[in-house]
């Protein structure tokens, strides 16, 4: 069997530290096909191994692919190894190239809501919404009922 598909086939069966030896193989041999860097990026990413992932995508991205998963995919590397700021950046990115890109949105708006950005928050949870992001849409849904209540509570006290 091909050694690539093998991988994959170990990846698609989460055999995730499988996967990346197959993968390190190849690249090893001085393969560069930037679909290895990708699959092996994403098992590290399942193998909560994120600055290993951050380099594989880094890689990718110094080809000059312009790929909105690319950066959205770096950008929750990013978030998973506590680098906030840097994923904004990367999650704006894939908005640009991918303006309908809820989950990039959604992500956005949530590291925006940790960081007390409130306004932000809820415009990226909007757009995530309008383009079909049901987490978002739940949220926003909660975010209304809850400011109903403390609306209603106010209201009892006076």
């Known amino acids: ?5 093998k991988g994959v086939k170990l990846l698609q069966k989460q055999k995730f530290n499988e996967a990346v ?4 193989e190849l690249i090893l041999r001085g393969d560069k096909n930037t679909d290895l860097l990708l699959y092996r990026a994403h098992c590290y990413l399942q193998l909560k191994k994120p600055i290993e992932a951050i380099r594989d995508f880094d890689t990718i991205l110094a080809t000059g692919i312009q790929d909105e998963k690319i950066y959205y995919n770096r950008g929750a590397a990013l978030v998973a190894s506590g680098k906030n ?6 999650f704006s990115k894939a908005i640009e190239i991918n303006p309908k890109y809820d989950n990039a949105f959604y992500n956005r708006g949530s590291i925006y809501y940790k960081q007390k950005k409130f306004e932000l928050a809820v415009k990226d949870f909007m757009a995530a919404s309008e383009h079909g992001n049901d ?3 739940n949220l926003l849904k909660h975010f209304e009922k809850r400011g109903n209540e403390i609306q209603n509570e106010g209201k009892q006290e006076v």
């Open 85 to 90: 700021d840097e994923a904004i950046r990367d």
């Open 1 to 5: 069997m091909d050694k690539l598909l």
């Open 21 to 24: 030896k197959i993968f390190n």
């Open 135 to 137: 987490f978002a849409r």
